[in-house]
């Protein structure tokens, strides 16, 4: 691999250790990592600080996905003047994702990479993404929780990846089952709860770290 190619794929890792959740929270009067459930994400957001500012930090969180994801190949085929190898949109995404989960800037503590792992398959894989999107409101709408439509999408979309795309190219469904797996083991925490019993739905709020968790 060139060195552009590793530049960009570094600084696609720097993006996605962005961390929008507690930036947006700070803004607010709100350290994220101590209210709700203490996750960096959109919807520990979306439940301690608001509704729009929820919304806001996924869009930001999925951007970080989607533009490495889009923007990497053409910058690398500028860059070098060849084209970019077909899987290299997806190899920037992955690095976003990789930053979202372990950012740089928060200790290499962050989110579970839903919104950056749903950008990046918009722009690397939307067949896929549409998938993981049907599968996501086909559980969320009547059960309103938001971590188990999230990990019945992480399975549905690597499901779709290897009808739709393993035929010309398996490193993608390959890449998006691991990326599934990585969903799921960061979400364990919520499977626990949803064992239990004691996971909040959609429209709850959750109390402080120590309270139910979000």
Known sequence: MTMPSLALIATS???GSIPFAYLIARARGVDIRRVGSGNVGATNVFRSVGRG?????????????????????????AWSGTPAHPAF????????VGGHTW?????????????????????????AAAAGLAAWLLVFIPLRYVSL???????????AAWLVYAP??????GALT??????VIRHRSNIRRLISGTELRAGRRGGDKKGVPS
């Not at 950012?103 to 067949?127: C, D, Q």
């Not at 010309?168 to 469904?173: H, S």
């Open 13 to 15: 890792y720097l993006a």
């Open 53 to 77: 500012w929820g919304v806001l930090t996924f869009v930001c969180d999925a951007l970080k996905g989607f533009l490495p994801a889009v923007l990497g190949p053409s910058a690398a085929a």
């Open 89 to 96: 949109g997806l190899i920037c995404g992955l690095a976003a």
């Open 103 to 127: 950012p740089l800037f928060l200790g290499f503590k962050g989110g579970k990479g839903v919104a950056t792992s749903a950008g990046m398959m918009i722009g690397a894989a939307p067949l």
């Open 149 to 159: 439509a999230s990990i019945v999408a992480a399975i549905a979309a690597p499901a």
């Open 168 to 173: 010309d190219d398996p490193w993608r469904p």
């Open 178 to 183: 691991a990326l599934g797996a990585l969903i």
